[in-house]
């Protein structure tokens, strides 16, 4: 079973930055793929960016340009650098590991930018 622990959420103005980051335990496998989700009261949870382990990666149009997400494998963690925050970008962000056709969730973090 694989655990995933989020940090790095809080309080930010707009304009300003965060980074985020999900260290993964339980396993010892390399996660096929990690990235961060974010979700909003009311909505879906959506995809923000993702990572393969072979360093593949793609981002939601919202936030290409501004976000960048990588990993470490050896360490199995990712990370989510956030600048240039919009309002828009409050929301509880959700780290995401995939092997195989199973997925895992951390607990959540919260993002929370002012104007």
């Known amino acids: 079973q694989v655990q995933l622990v989020e940090s790095g959420g809080g309080l930010v103005q707009a304009g300003g930055s965060l980074r985020l980051s999900c260290a993964a335990s339980?396993?010892?496998?390399?996660?096929?793929?990690m990235g961060w989700f974010r979700q909003t009261p009311g909505k879906q949870r959506e995809l923000v960016a993702r990572?393969?382990?072979?360093?593949?990666?793609n981002y939601a149009d919202f936030v290409k340009g501004r976000f960048t997400i990588s990993r470490d494998n050896a360490k199995n963690t990712v990370y989510l650098q956030m600048n240039s925050l919009k309002p828009e970008d409050t929301a509880v962000y959700y780290c995401?590991?995939?092997?195989?056709?199973?997925?895992?969730w951390g607990q959540g973090t919260q993002v929370t930018v002012s104007s």
């Open positions: 995401n590991g995939r092997f195989r056709s199973a997925d895992f």
């Open positions: 339980g396993s010892r496998v390399t996660l096929d793929a």
């Open positions: 990572i393969t382990s072979g360093d593949s990666t």
